[in-house]
């Protein structure tokens, strides 16, 4: 069963994301990598309209299937706080329910393209709901979109892409 967090995310109302550290299908920051920093970047949030009251942020590598068998979920945040206007680079979601990822660890995994898989698209989603979801940091992300669907209207979304070679970093 899809959900709103399955696939890309639609543009939807004025909603947008942006970062000082890459543009939108450029490259992502060395630093962003699993076997490097493994630092979320820097993005920048603007147009959450004005009754929304919590934020989702999910990225996740849909170039990940013929290796993983499913889009691997690098980092889902939920529950945050629909005043925020920037997320700093390695944000840990502070004031935010932070979901574990497929590396079955809390909070941002980075990424790692395996070696002869070529460059993958990481989509970083951000979607602005009237209301929040309360679910716990374990839920994984199907059950995360079940309790969007479920619970809250989205209001707002959007979602920015950026790039990363296995070149970037030792990868697993």
């Known amino acids: 069963m899809g959900t709103v967090l399955n696939g890309d995310v639609e543009q939807k109302g004025d909603l ?3 970062s000082p550290d890459f543009e939108d299908g450029g490259r992502l920051p060395d630093s962003a990598g699993y076997a490097n ?3 979320s970047p820097r993005l920048e949030v603007d147009g959450v309209p004005d009754d929304a009251e919590t934020l989702v942020l999910v990225c996740d590598d849909p170039d990940a299937q013929p290796v993983a068998g499913h889009t691997w979920v690098h980092w889902a ?3 945050i706080d629909a005043s925020v206007d920037a997320f700093p680079e390695g944000w ?3 004031g935010a329910t ?3 990822n497929d590396f079955l660890e809390q909070g941002y ?5 395996p070696e002869g898989t070529g460059t993958h698209g990481y989509r970083f989603k951000l979607l602005a709901l009237d209301s929040s979801l309360g679910v716990p940091e374990y839920t994984r992300i199907e059950r995360l979109g079940s309790a969007i669907a479920m619970n809250a209207q ?3 979304s959007t979602q920015i892409v950026g790039e990363y ?3 970037q970093g030792t990868a697993f």
């Open 109 to 113: 995994g980075g990424p790692s393209p």
């Open 37 to 39: 920093e493994n630092r």
């Open 154 to 156: 989205v209001l707002a």
């Open 98 to 100: 932070v979901g574990y």
């Open 16 to 18: 947008s994301l942006t």
């Open 165 to 167: 070679d296995p070149d």
């Open 92 to 94: 840990d979601g502070s």
């Open 77 to 79: 945040v939920w529950d």
